[in-house]
């Protein structure tokens, strides 16, 4: 053994063979590699979140995406199935408006807001509609912009019934230059921010949970939507407008509840609901009452009754009737406790359309300010919008029977006690002295105009049937708004 060697393991120093040495060293530079890889990664990681953070800074509006609507002519999906209740998907032309109330802001979405709410004509105005894409809300919202005025829609399209059809009325409102928002009247800094940016001279505020059966089922959505909404808007209205709009809102011929008096007056009690429905819009009234005495808000609530008509709601029993007997499915048609017909003050839509706007004209001025001061009484009005002649749904029934070329297979029951009422008769005594409101279509001519829609929109095949509709093209009204045609 060499001395060396000898003289090491003496000293009890303990020597490595080559090749161990090898080893060690390549395990040394594998670990090198490694650390160095995850701090490759790190950096990478670090400079790509940099690149957003760079990204949202300099150019939020690529982010936002731009506030204009697809419009009809660009949306050519396919329209919904008869029967249908699921809600598609959305199309990415949507989504520009679309997302938590968080999302929205910048420049380029404050210039598109403006953009929709700005008239057109000389002194027109500038509205803010809530339920936009709701029955009601759409027809207004065409009326307006058709006659110059600015419109800024919103709405949650929530699934009560289909969205499907609520996203197709979004569709038309776009082709007409109507913006539509997909936001809640809950989100209170949303509203705000609106009302920041643009100064709305009106709001017509129609968002409400609907149906006087489903509250049974959901109550907790009617205090959300009815109550709780309705003060959202009126707090964004009376503390973060300036200057504070006109508020014009959905109340409805429910409020009159157990009242026997016909026809039904602004001055009859409505201290007797007969649906947590019907609650909810009372509250609604006695909440008014307070924010226009407490902030000077100008405020008219609409008790409307019964409307129907084209891009009407699934849920309504004109609507689901025609659906039922197209079908081949049975109705059940209601019977009051002593025997009686059921008997409904139906309004067409236009009418109410009409009703709608000249409450708007007519609307006072706000008089407080931003500190909830206010500078004298403002308007606090409320007006009944109905068509003046109730008509048993028995009746009713038998129109559609005709127009659609097909009886009905009807089941009649006596009315249980889930809210509903045995008749409604409105007085517009007072709507037609403020505001010239005179209703004018029959029930017959309004459920023409109604099934002629309901065919095209549905795509459904009439021509073998011996009704009023048998052999022709229904185009007058179909797939446009009768208020704004």
């Known amino acids: ?122 002194g027109g105005l500038s509205v803010l509609v809530t339920g936009a894409a709701g029955f009601v809300g759409a027809h207004c919202s065409l009326a307006l912009r058709a006659r110059g005025d600015g419109v800024l829609g919103l709405d949650n399209f929530n699934a009560y019934y289909d969205p499907a059809l609520k996203r197709a009325r979004q569709r038309l409102l776009a082709s007409r230059g109507v913006g539509v928002l997909d936001a809640d009247i809950n989100d209170a800094a949303l509203l705000e921010r609106l009302f920041a940016a643009v100064p709305f001279t009106h709001v017509l505020h129609l968002a409400a949970q609907a149906g006087v059966r489903y509250a049974m089922r959901a109550p907790q959505t009617y205090v959300a939507s009815n109550v709780a909404g309705l003060v959202a808007v009126f707090e964004a209205a009376a503390k973060h407008a300036d200057p504070q709009p006109a508020v014009v809102w959905a109340s409805s011929s429910s409020v009159y509840g157990l009242n026997t008096d016909a026809p039904f007056s602004e001055d009859h009690r409505t201290d007797r609901p007969a649906s947590l429905y019907a609650a909810t819009k009372k509250a609604g009234e006695a909440i008014a009452h307070a924010y226009n005495h407490i902030y000077g808000l100008s405020i008219t609530g609409l008790r409307f009754f019964t409307v129907y008509g084209p891009w009407g709601r699934p849920d309504m029993a004109y609507f689901s009737f025609a659906r039922s007997i197209v079908a081949g499915e049975p109705i059940t048609l209601f019977r009051a406790a002593d025997g009686a017909d059921v008997r409904r003050d139906f309004t067409y839509i236009d009418d109410v359309v009409r009703g709608c706007l000249g ?49 009905a297979r009807k089941r009649v029951v006596t009315m249980p006690s889930n809210g509903d009422v045995p008749f409604t008769h409105a007085n517009v005594s007072h709507a037609a002295h403020d505001f010239g409101y005179r209703p004018a279509t029959s029930l017959e001519a309004g459920l023409r105009h109604f099934v002629d829609w309901f065919v095209q929109y549905y795509k459904l095949d009439v021509k073998g049937t011996t009704g009023a509709l048998a052999g022709k093209t229904t185009k007058r009204k179909s797939m446009a708004m009768s208020a704004a045609s």
């Open 1 to 122: 053994m060499p001395a060396g060697v000898v003289d090491a393991a003496a000293k009890g120093v303990r020597l490595e063979r080559p090749a161990a040495v090898l080893l060690r060293r390549a395990s040394g530079a594998k670990q090198l590699v490694t650390a160095s890889s995850h701090l490759l990664f790190r950096a990478t990681v670090l400079a790509t979140l940099a690149l957003v953070v760079l990204f949202a800074v300099h150019y939020p509006s690529l982010l936002s995406r731009s506030f204009t609507l697809s419009s009809s002519s660009s949306s050519s999906s396919a329209e919904p199935a008869l029967g249908s209740t699921s809600s598609p998907r959305r199309p990415s032309s949507h989504r520009s408006l679309l997302g938590s109330g968080a999302t929205y802001g910048g420049a380029a979405w404050e210039r598109d807001v403006r953009r929709s709410a700005t008239p057109r004509r000389d």
């Open 359 to 407: 409450a708007l004209d007519t609307a006072g001025r706000s008089t407080g300010s931003r500190s909830g001061k206010k500078s004298g009484p403002a308007p606090l009005r409320v007006y009944n919008l109905g068509n003046t002649s109730p008509v048993p749904v028995t009746r009713m029934v038998a129109i559609l029977e005709k127009l659609l070329g097909k009886k």
